[in-house]
């Protein structure tokens, strides 16, 4: 089975544009989580999506948005990208079972804004 | 919300000793407790995951104990490898409101010296 797959893998903005980031969950997994990573706030839960509706949100401003369609693929929005936008992204799916939920992660998104 | 701290952020040990990497959470409502390695340029891999009716989980080398009381869990790596190296992060996560939030630790970087 293939795995997470995120694209691009690298993206240079500057600011002031906005970016969409791509994630393609593993086959017949209908969850997708987004998170942001930095070296000064580690790992922080953005949002999930499960069948195209968003489940959870985190604390994130209203310039991070996403969606899911039909296919459990799932895009995720910066909009008016600031220099502390720049992180690594990262998509998680999952079946979305009971019981508890095993995510499994794309390598990500280096997005650099200058 | 939930809170998860990690100890130590960093650990180097010789190669064929063990490490143990340990993480408290705050919300007793959390229910399932993955362990994540990361390497430089991947993203998280699932490594281990235990769920709040076990106490501890083996798989080869690598264990996971969970103190529900205390809320505090552990990872345990005994004879370690130089392939051992990476970014450990732990992570909690309730599945109570219908979502599978992780919420995670700032990570341990582990150093295996040859």
């Known amino acids: 089975k293939a795995g997470v797959t995120q694209t691009p893998r690298y993206l240079i903005k500057t600011r002031g544009q906005q970016v969409t980031l791509s994630c393609s969950p593993i086959?017949?997994?209908?969850?997708v989580s987004w998170y942001q990573q930095t070296p000064g706030q580690g790992l922080q839960f953005l949002f999930e999506?499960?069948?195209?509706?968003?489940?959870n949100k985190g604390n994130f401003p209203g310039r991070f948005s996403g969606r899911q369609f039909s296919n459990s693929r799932s895009e995720m929005n910066v909009s008016t990208l600031e220099l502390g936008d720049s992180a690594l992204y990262l998509c998680?799916?999952?079946?979305?079972?009971?019981?508890?939920?095993?995510?499994?992660f794309g390598a990500g998104t280096r997005l650099s804004v200058l | 919300g939930e809170n998860v701290e990690q100890h130590p952020s960093t650990l180097s040990v010789q190669e064929g000793d063990s490490a143990v990497i340990k993480c408290t959470y705050s919300?007793?409502?959390?229910?399932?407790f993955p362990w994540y390695k990361q390497e430089l340029g991947k993203g998280p891999q699932l490594i281990i995951d235990i769920r709040s009716n076990v106490g501890e989980k083996k798989d080869q080398r690598i264990a996971v104990t969970l103190n529900k009381t205390a809320k505090h869990f552990s990872l345990h790596i005994t004879e370690t490898q130089p392939e051992d190296s990476a970014v450990y992060f732990c992570?909690?996560?309730?599945?109570?409101?219908?979502?599978?939030?992780?919420?995670f630790g700032k990570g341990t970087k582990l150093s295996v010296i040859p």
């Open positions: 919300d007793s409502a959390s229910n399932y």
């Open positions: 998680a799916s999952s079946l979305a079972v009971g019981g508890g939920n095993i995510q499994y």
């Open positions: 999506y499960f069948s195209e509706t968003q489940r």
């Open positions: 086959s017949g997994h209908r969850s």
């Open positions: 992570a909690a996560s309730s599945s109570g409101a219908g979502s599978y939030q992780l919420t």
